[in-house]
């Protein structure tokens, strides 16, 4: 092996850096991962190098894998902020969709939101600020999905802000793909169950949205 190649401290991640096989395996990697994850907070370290590594093409899975089964809510505070930050850089920072790995880390924060503590809070934040700013159009899908989750569970005043934030990206975001999205997640809800939501909160976030797209402008959303 070539001596730059990063040192792991588990053997796991070690294997699914190096053997793209393993890593391309889904019972593998899943095992794999999960193995590393039990030996948190002394993986940290592995993890972020893992996510911060496309060392061969089944990398994304990996990185997939590790946001899935990471489950921020039930770790200790020190290993959930690291999480939090780590995930937060990869939204940030990401400029691929490949094997969902953006998309998945958005759920990471907001798919068990549960809007009781001040690292929930956190996690909500981070969606909205990558939902805005993340650099590449993955990373601001990623936290939009997200945020659909977390619209599950908030309160009134939350879900207003929210969908006022959705709102902005439908009227500005430079992605026709990501402005789209935004606005069908205030049409209909994606993985936000409308149905369930107060009939005030709906007709908010229908206002919010507009008009329908003229026809035949979502069909472009792949180009762009």
């Not at 953006?102 to 759920?107: C, E, N, S, V, Y």
Request: aromatic share 8%; glycine share 4%; hydrophobic share 40%.
């Amino acid at each position: 092996m070539a001596s730059n190649q990063p040192k792991f401290r588990t053997r796991e991640a070690s294997r699914l850096y190096r053997n793209r096989k393993l890593a391309a395996n889904q019972e593998a990697r899943v095992d794999a991962v999960d193995e590393i994850l039990k030996k948190l907070p002394r993986s940290l370290a592995d993890i972020e190098t893992l996510l911060n590594s496309t060392p061969h093409r089944a990398s994304y899975e990996v990185h997939f894998t590790i946001f899935c089964l990471s489950s921020l809510p039930d770790r200790g505070l020190k290993v959930r902020r690291k999480l939090q930050e780590l995930t937060e850089r990869y939204l940030m920072n990401t400029d691929t969709e490949a094997a969902q790995a953006a998309w998945i880390a958005g759920d990471a924060l907001g798919w068990r939101w549960r809007n009781l503590t001040r690292e929930d809070l956190r996690e909500v934040t981070i969606l909205e600020r990558c939902a805005v700013q993340a650099r590449y159009r993955a990373g601001r899908l990623g936290a939009i999905h997200g945020l659909q989750h977390v619209l599950n569970r908030c309160d009134a005043s939350t879900a207003r802000r929210l969908l006022r934030l959705l709102s902005h990206v439908l009227r500005s975001d430079s992605s026709l793909r990501v402005r789209d999205y935004a606005h069908w997640t205030l049409d209909s809800g994606g993985c936000w169950n409308q149905e369930k939501a107060s009939l005030a909160l709906r007709t908010f976030a229908h206002k919010l949205r507009g008009g329908k797209y003229p026809p035949g402008l979502l069909a472009r959303w792949k180009r762009h």
